[in-house]
């Protein structure tokens, strides 16, 4: 099988289809081995495993995972690329393309066709346009994956993996390390894509954790509560709550919470802990 992971590969395929690349659809595509096979060993794809791969593109990060894998579904919106990916992959017999937007499938239902023999990891080069409705989309139906690792911009990459008190630290930060431990696996330079992206992009392996190490008791609340955090972080947290129309409690109230915390009046989100998050939202909660 001729690797598209070779630039010159890819421009053939490109200029043999006569492929126009849609801005729209975050069409960048991988032309670097390299990266490709340290992705795979971050993700620790084995033969055991059911892949679903968002984004195919022309099937260049597909050819290696149906080499790796048991199974590759693999989802992708352009109409354009699905006969271009029944060529470049016809050598592989444990791929499946579905022709649709990764948001509008159940991934759940593909997972549980292979289960319990084998699990599930999510593996896919993101379309930055949609990188958190994706990501908020896998944790929140809680697909049943073992492992989420992922191509995004960097700067998304750092907010994903920010610590409390770093400026980098806000409302992906929290959901993402809610769900899972998150790492960055490296940084990759936009050469390793054609074209190339404007941006620095980053890997990202994501392991979900079996049992949530803290769990809301009303998890819409306390992911509005986050919201609200954040969506006013030079304020102190009480007032960015309380000046919050989805937050349906008075300054009284939310001072009340983080006294009994033990968190000082002035405090700002941004110092507050997944944990913190989520007693204050539990206080909250229970004083109703
Ligand atoms: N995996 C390929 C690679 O690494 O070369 C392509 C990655 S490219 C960054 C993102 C891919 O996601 C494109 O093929 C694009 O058409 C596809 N895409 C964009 N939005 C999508 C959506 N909502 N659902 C499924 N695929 C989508």
Do not use: W
């Amino acid at each position: 099988m001729q690797r598209l992971s070779d630039p010159g590969m890819t421009r053939k395929v490109i200029s043999q289809y006569d492929f126009d690349f849609r801005k729209r659809f975050g069409q960048n595509f991988l032309v670097d081995e390299g990266v490709i096979l340290r992705a795979l060993e971050a993700a620790r794809v084995s033969k055991e495993d059911v892949i679903i791969e968002i984004g195919p593109g022309i099937g260049t990060l597909t050819q290696y995972l149906a080499e790796a894998a048991y199974q590759v579904t693999a989802i992708e919106i352009d109409k354009k690329l699905i006969p271009i990916l029944s060529e470049t992959l016809a050598g592989c017999d444990n791929v499946e393309v579905i022709h649709a937007d990764v948001l509008k499938v159940d991934l759940s239902a593909i997972a549980q066709k292979y289960a319990p023999e084998h699990s599930l990891k999510i593996v896919a080069n993101l379309p930055y346009y949609i990188t958190t409705p994706i990501l908020m989309n896998l944790f929140r139906r809680n697909v049943p994956a073992q492992s989420i690792t992922v191509m995004v911009q960097k700067e998304v990459a750092d907010r994903m993996t920010a610590q409390p008190g770093s400026k980098d630290y806000g409302s992906l930060s929290v959901a993402v390390q809610y769900y899972s431990r998150p790492r960055i696996v490296e940084e990759v330079p936009p050469d390793s894509f054609i074209p190339h992206p404007k941006v620095t992009s980053s890997v990202v392996t994501m392991e979900l954790y079996e049992e949530l190490p803290v769990r809301a008791q009303n998890e819409e609340l306390f992911n509005t509560v986050v919201r609200a955090a954040f969506g006013q972080r030079r304020k102190t947290l009480v007032n960015a709550l309380s000046s919050n129309a989805e937050i349906p409690f008075g300054k009284e109230q939310i001072a009340s919470c983080l006294d009994q915390l033990g968190f000082p009046p002035a405090i700002r989100g941004e110092k507050l802990s997944i944990g913190d998050f989520v007693s204050l939202s539990d206080c909250l909660s229970a004083s109703g």
